[in-house]
């Protein structure tokens, strides 16, 4: 299939001391970078390199850790170059993924009152909330249009880790309409588990509890991290996002999220889910009408 | 066969070698801090270098042991004492029934290890036995020790063979100094510091906080200075800022361009501050070994330079075996 080649430029490739190659494929976040980063670490992981240790493709660049005593970095700078260089001629455009529908309680209790904590020093308006401050610094009217703005268009998980199984979310939306929020002025040290959070462009949903530095906006009902692995999304790994998952964000009330925390406590919640193909030309010439396609997989899950 | 954690100390973890091939999710590597030392331990009791230790942080366990153990002590300087007595670091000791051991005043460094023939017996979690306590898996329960716990000891090893010699030759022992040179490979995002930033980074003296743990070590000292540029898109405003990428263990992130962060074997595994190099492999154990208020000096080296070094601290460890007489 043949279709405009995406932007992205040469990468730059740059050494973690002896053990880890780093592979900047753009300084900055776009839908193009981030599909180039999981082209290469798709195609460099079916390649099976005797040596290779961890293979971690991030928002718009690759890390890769390997042991230098069975895989000579020159030989695996030279198979990472290969790969781009084939890209660069031919970008693969389709990846085979899901979508995930994500119950959130937007404007929930438990973000709130760790809020509270951590305003003065902390905080850029220490005076209001994290959403109306969100709301207000992407000149939108007031809480509510900012939420609608956040579950309204899906999310691409663009890279998993800071801590186990949290992921980073890009929307699946021109550059214009990107949220965008700072981060906290300054860390805080604690962070509900499952705090829908978002710093920069990208949206976040925090595995653990601890520390954090991105606004808070909501809780996801149900566990991303289980170590467990007591629910049945769970059964063959304790980490439930992967790079390339696709979010759809679904606001639910403190009656929902409570019923949700039922069926968790009863071992019998699942994640309303369906497989889809994500084709990256569709994605970027007509971003929304392509998302209502993809969305309409979740139709009678 | 178990110890019976009486007082659990600061912070005792479970620790092997460590967990790879799931950082791509964000479980970090975890393992003993100072492998060399905890490689060493377990030499000494006839194990692997693969079993499980125990890692104290400045103040160890009080614990006993139900029946008779084979144990010895690495790492910081420490005095340790089986029921009261003072007994010698760097030593297989002969533990019985009911003994207890117990922890003096940490003279230097941060951590030591108890290796005990057999290897401590958890469950291991995606191939490994070492704690991460964020993520709460592996180790005992996914958390360091408390009191009243019952750590479970795995059975001897090759029918309970033991290598000749039963204390590491002084040679052999590393030093825990006041002044420490580190070498790092230059890389990532320097080219991001201005001259006068790379300059203060490889000739000032740079002093470990207290701020330093599992996850990684904060220095003070003169900062560092960030090129201005416009910020690319998704890159947060400050200079020191980049799209969250991922994280190089022993690579050295300055955010804000005041206090260097130094990331170990819990750390997190991506984020968006910019990182400058990192820590050669060969020199990781060392940052194990820095206190809070030693000073550290950060050379650079080139990749083969580094890569020679790895292959003198594996033939340091085959040397340091072959000397104990240890053949597994």
């Not at chain 1, 529908?101 to 904590?117: G, I, K, L, Q, S």
């Not at chain 2, 492998?35 to 194990?47: C, D, F, I």
């Not at chain 2, 051991?101 to 070492?130: C, H, K, M, N």
Request: hydrophobic residues 40%; negative net charge; glycine residues 10%.
């Amino acid at each position: 299939m043949s279709s405009p080649e995406p932007a992205v430029s040469e990468a730059r490739y740059t050494w973690g001391g002896d053990e880890f190659l780093f592979v900047e494929v753009s300084e900055s976040m776009s839908l193009a970078a981030n599909f180039r980063v999981m082209s290469i670490a798709e195609k460099l992981s079916a390649m099976e390199l005797p040596g290779i240790v961890d293979i971690c493709p991030a928002n718009a660049s690759l890390l890769v850790r390997f042991d230098p005593d069975g895989l000579p970095p020159s030989t695996l700078e030279d198979a990472v170059r290969t790969i781009e260089g084939d890209l660069a001629h031919h970008q693969q455009q389709a990846l085979e993924t899901r979508i995930i529908e994500v119950p959130v309680w937007y404007e929930d209790p438990f973000t709130a009152e760790v809020a509270e904590r951590f305003r003065e020093g902390f905080h850029q308006e220490p005076g209001g909330t994290d959403i109306d401050y969100a709301a207000k610094v992407n000149n939108l009217k007031d809480a509510s249009e900012f939420i609608k703005r956040h579950h309204e268009q899906p999310w691409l998980v663009s890279m998993v880790g800071f801590v186990a199984g949290l992921p980073f979310l890009f929307q699946l939306v021109e550059r214009e309409k990107q949220l965008e929020v700072p981060k906290y002025l300054s860390p805080r040290t604690d962070t509900p588990k499952l705090t829908v959070g978002h710093g920069g462009c990208f949206g976040c949903i925090y595995s653990v509890r601890g520390a954090g530095g991105y606004q808070m906006f909501g809780v996801a009902a149900a566990p991303i991290f289980d170590p467990a692995q007591f629910l049945a999304d769970f059964k063959e790994f304790m980490v439930f996002f992967r790079p390339g998952d696709i979010v759809k964000f679904k606001p639910v009330t403190e009656a929902e999220y409570n019923a949700i925390q039922a069926e968790i406590a009863a071992g019998t919640f699942r994640y309303r889910q369906a497989p889809v193909t994500f084709d990256l030309s569709k994605a970027l010439a007509d971003p929304e009408g392509y998302n209502q396609e993809l969305m309409e997989a979740l139709n009678g899950i | 066969m178990a110890f019976d954690i009486k007082n659990p100390g600061l912070a005792t973890t479970v620790q092997d070698q460590g967990r790879t091939g799931h950082y791509n999710v964000g479980i970090p590597q975890s393992g003993s801090m100072d492998q060399y030392a905890a490689e060493l331990g377990n030499a000494l009791v006839g194990n692997t270098a693969k079993e499980a230790v125990l890692e104290c942080t400045y103040m160890g366990p009080v614990l006993t042991t139900d029946q008779d153990a084979v144990i010895a002590v690495t790492g910081a300087p420490v005095e340790l004492n089986v029921n009261g007595k003072p007994v010698p670091e760097w030593t297989r000791l002969q533990l019985k029934a009911g003994d207890e051991l117990s922890f003096g005043v940490i003279r230097a460094g941060t951590r030591y290890y108890i290796a005990v023939q057999g290897g401590i017996d958890v469950p291991e979690v995606l191939g490994s036995r070492s704690t991460y306590s964020l993520g709460a898996i592996g180790g005992f329960n996914g958390r360091k020790l408390q009191a009243g716990d019952l750590v479970p000891v795995a059975s001897p090893l090759y029918d309970g063979a033991l290598p000749d010699a039963d204390t590491v030759p002084e040679e052999f022992r590393p030093v825990f100094a006041k002044e420490q040179t580190v070498r790092i490979v230059l890389g990532l995002y320097d080219h991001r510091l201005t001259d006068e930033g790379l300059d203060n980074l490889l000739n000032s003296e740079w002093k470990v906080t207290p701020v330093a743990d599992r996850m990684g070590l904060r220095y003070s000292g003169p900062g560092v200075k960030w090129k201005e540029r416009e910020q690319p898109f998704g890159a947060g405003s400050d200079p020191s800022n980049i799209v969250d990428a991922g994280y190089a263990v022993g690579s050295i992130q300055i955010p804000g361009g005041t206090q260097p962060i130094i990331l170990h074997r819990d750390a997190v595994s991506g984020g968006g501050y910019a990182m400058v190099g990192t820590v050669i492999s060969a020199d990781m154990d060392l940052l194990a070994r820095a206190a809070p208020g030693t000073s550290t000096r950060f050379v650079a080296v080139s990749m083969d330079e580094a890569l020679v070094a790895r292959k003198e601290l594996a033939e340091l460890k085959r040397n340091a075996r072959a000397a104990l007489g240890a053949s597994h």
